[in-house]
């Protein structure tokens, strides 16, 4: 939202308090066409905001869940190591080693 004074050609000091407001005053001093292109600017800057926002949030929502899968391949490495340190491995531990290998692998795929 804008805000602010602006003194016209005349001296006139003029407080605008929103978009509305400074239309008006666009008009007034200037005229339809002007005020109208001020319109369509502010409505220009709304859209490109309200998409920057969307953006945002789904950036910030990607970011969570990589975290989270971050925070569960935190403890991967543990597991890795003790099944490495078994003498056999079992059919059981091949599975574990398989569904470790596709979790990373789906993590390495959201990397750019």
């Known amino acids: ?52 926002q969307t953006d945002l949030n789904s950036y910030e929502s990607e970011l969570s869940e990589l975290q989270i899968a971050i925070r569960d391949l935190d403890r991967k490495p543990d597991a890795l190591i003790a099944i490495s340190n078994k003498q056999r491995i079992n059919a059981a531990d091949k599975r574990e080693l398989r569904r470790l290998a596709e979790m990373i692998r789906g993590l390495l795929s959201l990397a750019p």
């Open 1 to 52: 939202m804008i805000s602010g004074k602006i003194r016209t050609r005349d001296g006139e000091l003029v407080f605008v308090r929103d978009e509305k407001d400074f239309v008006q005053l666009v008009e007034r001093e200037i005229g339809y066409d002007a005020a109208q292109l001020v319109r369509e600017l502010a409505d220009l800057a709304d859209m490109t905001q309200q998409r920057l």
